[in-house]
């Protein structure tokens, strides 16, 4: 089975003096990291840089705010496991030294701060703030501060300037003090220079590994050496040769979310053993039923669902077999009460910014992929479904283990009643468990609907439990509360959600001074809810930033497809288009901020849906929206979908159709997010079948694409056609056909590609009453599957029926059975597709009936019905199955033998009973049948 991937993310944080480096800071951002940031985002890597510099005089930087912001900002990439790589440049300046009168408003407001004891020290020392910067990161980090760089994988570059380059920008560029340290009197500062000298000579002693130039004589030397130090970086840590695929991207993304919810969590011990042992009895059933975990928002679901995945992969074991020598016979009770063998698969909805079932599906089916597998399903919703299952059987088959599916918060579907019909459909095998989570409210739908899933309430937290939560994420900051102040958190009653519970420690941890905490502990309890908190939080915060600064960046954050990363925010952020909001502004606000944020990749989403949903009537939504649509102007598929994300979140189509009048921005999009393409097609009528209303219209009229841009693409394309033509949408599907056929005929087309096409435009020629183009398209298609080196077969079984079907519909019932023969001996060869090969049988059946052989008529219906008995039992199966049943009924029909017909009818209402509701009409008419044939066999004294 397949795995994820490893985090993707670079962060550059760098490090200098303040005016005489910003040539150095300018070629940097506007020649080199332009050029790194698309390298990244080829690669699927998120990149960011610090420069606290940026932005900001170099007065208004002389404060312990500022101080405090660059050495947080440096452990919280390490916190994150992503530590930075610094960059520090030096020329001729020693820098900003703080003194005790420059800090003083800083003491007064932030005296219990963590670094308060490293900037005291540098005042002890008369330490510059760049020097403090350089022994933090590595130089003489904290004990307790792992430093940044290893063996491996160096993440820091010094670059030290030549005097003789720094004299020559200083005669060219006056004053002198920009260049050099003076006194106020401007005489030269001999301690400064001194102080620098010291600690250059340091860096070349004790650390040269460090030293990338030392003495670089032009700024593009400097620029270019930083280029390709990080270009070097990006391929020993993401080699392009070795970038994940999208399903090891999500798969990534969701151990994230997981590892997120589990920080800090205190195990429903109880619960959990229970939850453990009713699957241990629960793998021998035949089909089982799924688990529903119910519980309000925030009430932990998501972190005991992550918890439990965790505890069940650490059962992850192979158990002994009668012939290894550690084999110890059971007795079933013990059996019964042992710890089953699991293999996991989880996904928590909306982790990854799919919030579809397909996506759910497509993702088991990449899970269960084994070397030489295919990862893409089938475009066909019921053939995806179909295939899915075969992996599970073949799971079951292969690993003696049981297959536990943890599917969290499933009400967060984006059609969660359709959702919850569709998985109620699926028959699991034994040894396949679903467990689920929801709010309440499903429960309650599946009670309306007679769906019998076993619902199992999650417990609320005990006094004890709450307890124990407080001191374990206190620990994790090394922080403790009196026990007056715990016994008031634990003892309220909006502490009964430990969401809420979580944030209101981390507002006391990360915002609170000592003294200030019960002041502070009784205004987050006054809060209603986790939400109501968080918009207190971002009220009070944007009167310590700019105007609502705090609250733009949240609902930018809401507002955005798939979060957000530092660079996009601070541009989206900005009052004007074309500057951005300084790091030193940003830096702290996201830092506030982190508590209700989750770092994906450096992707910042927040953390829970209630958040999210506290920001939906925020005013400040729809600019936010637009901002970001001003921001991703560039042509790729990432950015087509977040536009037409928020254009649709904006309730405007029309520039959507606009942007897909282009097949290749169609193509993007499918790339990069099918069932957002899915929707906007849903939106504009393309699958109804009505009229359009005229706008519409440009949906699908499309401009045709360079055949050669468009040849590095034909798969995807082709996967489109199929998905128009099963949609039945007709008229967007033929002129998609004329839109690619181009590409198509190529003669660098591999012929296998060829066939796909021209069989789907054979299927779609039939549809649309044309014949003459549906020969056309199968002799193509019986062109390309023979040519040497295609196998091709299941194709060329399924065009050769379609071409019979015509033939038999034309009158020639004789040519049509030969054609349907010479299918059935093609569907046969390997790898044998068990509902084509059916399907050709029973319409061999069926021109058997109608010679009147009745005997053939039931001998190949018979046959066809054990095939398709013997697939897993998909939704497509069960009406495949009924729709048989009925076929070989009709055969004793003619026989007047009514009561195997009853027989019959009954197995095809069974077959689908779980498939459609017991009024709907394909069961009132299947029953109604069946009760005719009833009445008929006893009227002719037939009993079964």
């Keep these: 089975m397949t795995q994820a991937t490893t985090q993707r993310e670079i962060r550059v944080f760098l490090s200098s003096t303040f005016r005489d480096m910003d040539a150095e800071r300018h070629y940097l951002v506007t020649r080199v990291f332009p050029e790194i940031r698309q390298i990244c985002y080829q690669r699927m890597i998120n990149f960011s840089e610090i420069d606290l510099r940026w932005g900001i005089t170099e007065e208004a930087a002389h404060n312990g705010r500022t101080v405090q912001i660059c050495l947080e900002e440096i452990e919280r990439c390490r916190s994150l496991g992503i530590p930075p790589f610094f960059i520090g440049f030096l020329g001729e300046r020693y820098g900003w030294v703080p003194q005790a009168d420059d800090l003083a408003a800083y003491w007064q407001q932030s005296p219990d701060q963590r670094y308060a004891g490293l900037i005291r020290d540098a005042l002890k020392k008369n330490i510059s703030v760049t020097e403090l910067e350089i022994r933090f990161a590595f130089l003489a980090p904290p004990p307790d501060v792992a430093p940044l760089s290893s063996a491996s994988t160096p993440r820091v570059q010094m670059f030290l300037r030549d005097p003789a380059l720094t004299a020559t920008m200083a005669s060219a560029n006056a004053p002198q003090d920009v260049w050099f340290d003076r006194l106020p009197d401007g005489t030269p500062d001999s301690t400064r220079t001194a102080q620098l000298a010291s600690l250059k000579q340091r860096l070349r002693q004790h650390f040269p590994q460090t030293i990338a130039i030392d003495g670089y004589d032009s700024v593009e030397q400097f620029g270019e050496a930083v280029r390709a130090y990080l270009l070097s970086a990006i391929d020993t840590l993401y080699p392009a040769e070795k970038m994940p695929n999208r399903w090891q991207q999500r798969t990534h993304e969701h151990a994230q979310f997981a590892a997120v919810r589990r920080r800090a969590y205190v195990p429903l011990t109880a619960f959990r053993q229970q939850i453990i ?386 097949v290749m921005a169609v193509i993007r999009l499918h790339e990069v997010d099918p069932a957002l393409l899915h929707t906007v097609w849903q939106f504009s009528g393309i699958y109804d079948g009505r009229r359009l209303d005229p706008r519409f219209e440009q949906t699908f009229a499309w401009t045709a694409p360079d055949p050669a841009v468009l040849q590095n693409h034909l798969p995807v394309a082709l996967s489109i056609f199929t998905w128009l033509r099963q949609s039945r949408a007709e008229k967007a599907a033929t002129r998609w056909a004329e839109m690619i056929k181009p590409a198509v005929e190529d003669d660098k087309t591999p012929p296998g590609l060829k066939a796909h096409f021209y069989n789907t435009l054979a299927v779609l020629a039939q549809k649309t009453a044309n014949p003459a183009l549906a020969k056309e398209a199968m002799d193509q298609v019986l062109e390309n599957l023979f040519n040497p080196g295609e196998a091709g077969m299941k194709m060329l079984a399924v065009t050769m029926s379609n071409m019979a079907q015509q033939l038999n519909a034309a009158g020639k019932s004789e040519q049509a059975l030969e054609l349907y023969q010479k299918a059935k001996v093609a569907a046969l060869q390997p790898p044998r597709a068990p509902a084509v090969l059916a399907n050709i049988i029973m319409q061999i059946a069926q021109i058997k009936a109608q010679s009147g052989n009745t005997a053939g008529t039931e001998q190949h219906l018979q046959e066809a019905v054990a095939l398709i008995e013997q697939m897993p039992p998909t939704p497509q199966r069960q009406i495949m199955l009924s729709s048989f049943y009925q076929e070989l009924a009709t055969v004793y029909l003619v026989e007047k033998n009514f009561a195997r017909a009853v027989g019959l009818y009954d197995r095809a209402i069974a077959a689908v009973e779980t498939i459609y509701s017991s009024d709907a009409t394909e069961i009132r008419k299947l029953e109604e049948s069946r009760d005719l044939f009833y009445r008929l066999a006893g009227e002719h004294g037939q009993t079964e």
């Design 277 to 662: 042992s009713e699957l241990n009895q629960g793998w021998m059933a035949i089909s089982p039923e799924p688990w529903l975990i119910t519980a309000p928002s925030g009430m932990g679901k998501s972190a005991f669902l992550a918890d439990l995945e965790s505890t069940l992969r650490e059962k992850n074991r192979q158990a002994p077999m009668p012939w290894d020598d550690d084999y110890v016979p059971l007795e079933i009770s013990e059996l019964l009460s042992q710890d089953d063998n699991y293999r996991v698969f989880s996904h928590y909805i909306g982790a990854d910014g799919d919030t579809t079932l397909d996506n759910w599906r497509n993702r088991l089916f990449w899970f269960l992929a084994e070397e030489g597998d295919s990862t893409e399903p089938a475009s066909d919703d019921h053939h995806a479904w179909q295939q899915v299952m075969e992996r599970v059987q073949r799971f079951r088959q292969r690993e003696n283990a049981t297959l536990v599916l943890i599917l969290d918060a499933i009400n967060q579907f984006d059609k969660p009643e359709l959702a919850i019909h569709r998985l109620q459909q699926l028959e699991w095998p034994s040894r396949v468990l679903l467990v689920f989570s929801a709010t309440p409210e499903v429960q309650s739908f599946l009670e309306q609907q007679k769906i019998t899933w076993k619902c199992r309430s999650l417990p609320a937290l005990t006094q004890e439990e709450r307890e124990a939560l407080c001191q374990a994420s206190l620990s994790l900051v090394s922080k403790s509360l009196s026990g007056e102040l715990t016994g008031q958190l634990i003892s309220a009653p909006v502490c009964d959600n430990p969401l809420f519970m979580r944030l209101v420690l981390e507002e006391l941890c990360l915002h609170a001074r000592h003294e200030a905490l019960p002041e502070r502990l009784s205004a987050l309890l006054a809060c209603a809810g986790p939400g109501a908190l968080f918009t207190s939080v971002l009220a009070a915060s944007d009167r310590d930033f700019s105007p609502k600064l705090a609250t733009r960046a949240a609902c930018a954050i809401a507002a955005s497809r798939r979060g957000l990363t530092h660079g996009e925010l601070s541009r989206i952020l900005a009052i004007y288009p074309s500057l951005k909001v300084p790091d030193s502004e940003l830096v702290p606000l996201l830092a506030r901020l982190a508590p209700y944020c989750q770092n994906s990749d450096g992707r910042l989403r927040l953390l829970h849906n209630t958040l999210y949903q506290a920001l939906q009537d925020n005013d400040e939504m729809e600019s936010c929206r637009e901002r970001i649509l001003g921001q991703t102007q560039d042509s790729s598929g990432f950015a087509l979908a977040e536009r037409t994300w928020q254009w649709l979140s904006l309730g405007e189509i029309d520039p959507v159709i606009r942007e897909l009048s282009e």
